[in-house]
């Protein structure tokens, strides 16, 4: 039972947050959450752009928290500091507050959550360390992994994709130490930023803001510590700072530059890490990818070392520091710059084979549209073996859905595609799953689903409008997928493999995700199909 609560928290924050952010992406405006470049040097964009993201990552985290965990103290102070951060976050956001005044709230937040627990206990290389040396320990950490991840939010997808990357090791160190409240929380905020990445990949449609960005830095670094610091884990102290080391690194070479260059220490510049890359020459995607790969490097050196002696840690993560920082200072020095950074010519090149078959393009929203229609209603049919609980909640989401379309006009079509689409999806993909035994014909039906994708990727290919893409972080969520998946060992049912049960439903979402975007008309096809296929689950009972 415990297991299937990760997967609820995941769908339940990837759901929320899928519906939730094209909704800020409209009224961010109205908030008052507006990112405008105008007269600042270090923006990358040009055009106004919203940065209500956070409260897409944000809500869909305490939805998922407060619906699955029970209400205890640790949960409570975690919500409750987060909200303080948030808050500040938001102000600064809508007013721009002075960097004294963000480092207050931030101080404050981190303060209310030591008092609810979250303090590095054991020290590392001393025993029994006075009380205020954790504390302060604690203080200063914290303090710098929520900077040094709002100081990464400066590219598209950066900042979400090196902490979905983080919050992965997290929740499998969570798993191992079976820390069931830490797996939880990072898988809600898990999915909140795979349904965040949809819309911040490049070219973004919304940022998260400072409110995100700290929410972020601050949960990593509260997981990091409560999974380190368990009573009975034994792990190494020094995890949080591996598992957190590009923000603390950020903020370490960020302090050496502008004492060098007699900067002041707080406020806004181009001297961060991914700056620093960029003026190699590499483009956006090309400084995010650099990022992630060195994020998995020191990812993998924490999960190895998850046991090691102390020494080991500091040693790894001094290593690293000296590596990276004195390689990318070197390169300065020898004035690399990267030779034909575009490294997307070819690829918009050889996009013209696939637009000569254009022709195709006026039909494939059809296609998968009907495709999809028959796959969610020939998957309900099969859920013979769907507990009769989970049919009773789609019919009643059913109902729910049906009754907000009859009531709401025109504007709240798109809400309510992606309201039906996704819940069907999930119910119908996990009910016949759970039904079917795997055999040849079910292999079968595998292929089916890969020919699918590939005939899907053309498909985007043969025309120039951008309706739905798969991009970097999309690759990079797909990629966690297949690797992690099936090391979970959810118990989900006797004929239910976890990895592919999540991959299939991904691979659907974002099929659906194709034909919701080809209009009005597709996206009412697509919702009466879903719907229908939720009433006919209510056939098993």
């Known amino acids: 039972m415990i297991q299937l609560l990760y997967l609820y928290s995941f769908f339940i924050g990837l759901l929320s947050s899928l519906i939730l952010i094209p909704i800020l992406v409209k009224y961010a405006s109205h908030l008052g959450l507006v990112d405008n470049p105008v007269g600042s040097l270090r923006k990358l964009h040009e055009a106004p752009m919203p940065r209500s993201g956070g409260l897409g990552i944000i809500i869909p985290t305490a939805i998922a928290t407060l619906i699955i965990l029970p209400w205890d103290d640790a949960v409570l102070s975690f919500l409750f500091s987060s909200l303080v951060i948030v808050g500040f976050g938001l102000m600064d956001d809508v007013m721009e507050l002075k960097p004294v005044q963000k480092l207050i709230g931030q101080a404050l937040g981190v303060s209310l959550a030591m008092v609810g627990g979250m303090v590095i206990s054991t020290v590392p290389f001393i025993d029994n360390a006075p009380t205020w040396m954790g504390y302060a320990l604690t203080f200063v950490f914290v303090m710098a992994v929520i900077n040094g991840v709002n100081f990464s939010d400066g590219m598209d997808g950066l900042a979400a994709g090196t902490t979905l990357m983080a919050l992965v090791v997290i929740f499998l160190l969570a798993l191992d130490s079976s820390n069931v409240q830490v797996a939880i929380i990072a898988a809600s905020i898990c999915a909140a930023l795979v349904g965040f990445l949809r819309f911040n990949t490049h070219p973004a449609s919304i940022f998260m803001g400072d409110a995100g960005s700290q929410f972020l830095g601050f949960s990593l670094a509260w997981l990091a510590i409560t999974v380190s610091q368990a009573e009975a884990s034994t792990l190494t102290p020094l995890l949080p700072l591996l598992i957190l080391g590009i923000p603390v690194m950020d903020v370490l070479q960020v302090i050496c530059v502008r004492i060098k260059k007699k900067l002041p220490l707080p406020g806004p510049d181009k001297e961060h890490f991914h700056h620093q890359i960029a003026k190699l020459g590499l483009t956006q995607a090309g400084v995010v990818a650099t990022i992630y790969m060195l994020q998995l490097i020191l990812l993998s050196g ?33 004035g690399w710059r990267m030779r034909g950074a575009n490294t997307f010519a ?71 595609a992606r309201m039906s689409t996704y819940t069907a999806t999930i119910f119908c993909v996990y009910g016949m799953t759970l039904s079917v035994t795997p055999d040849a014909s079910f292999s079968f039906f595998d292929l089916f689903l890969v020919i699918l994708t590939v ?87």
């Open 455 to 541: 005939a899907l990727a053309i498909s985007i290919r043969t025309t120039r409008k951008k309706y739905f893409w798969l991009t970097p972080q999309d690759l990079l969520v797909l990629f966690f997928v297949i690797l992690l998946a099936p090391t979970l060992s959810l118990d989900l049912g006797a004929n239910v493999n976890s990895g592919a049960l999540i991959f299939k439903t991904i691979l659907l979402l974002y099929i659906c995700e194709y034909v919701i975007a080809r209009g009005y008309v597709a996206q009412k096809r697509l919702t009466n199909a879903a719907l229908l296929s939720l009433f006919l689950l209510s056939v098993n009972l």
């Open 302 to 334: 924490a999960f190895l070392l998850k046991n090691d002696a102390d020494s080991s840690a500091l040693g790894f993560y001094f290593c690293y520091l000296v590596g990276v920082l004195g390689l990318l200072y070197f390169a300065h020095v020898q």
């Open 346 to 416: 070819g690829l918009n090149r050889r996009n013209g084979v696939f637009r000569r078959l254009s022709f195709l393009h006026p039909y494939s929203g059809k296609f998968y549209g009907a495709v999809t229609a028959v796959l969610l209603c020939v998957f309900a049919l099969l859920s013979t073996a769907m507990p009769k609980g989970f049919i009773y909640i789609a019919l009643i989401l059913a109902t729910g859905i049906v009754c907000l379309k009859i009531v709401a006009n025109t504007r709240w079509t798109l809400l309510i």
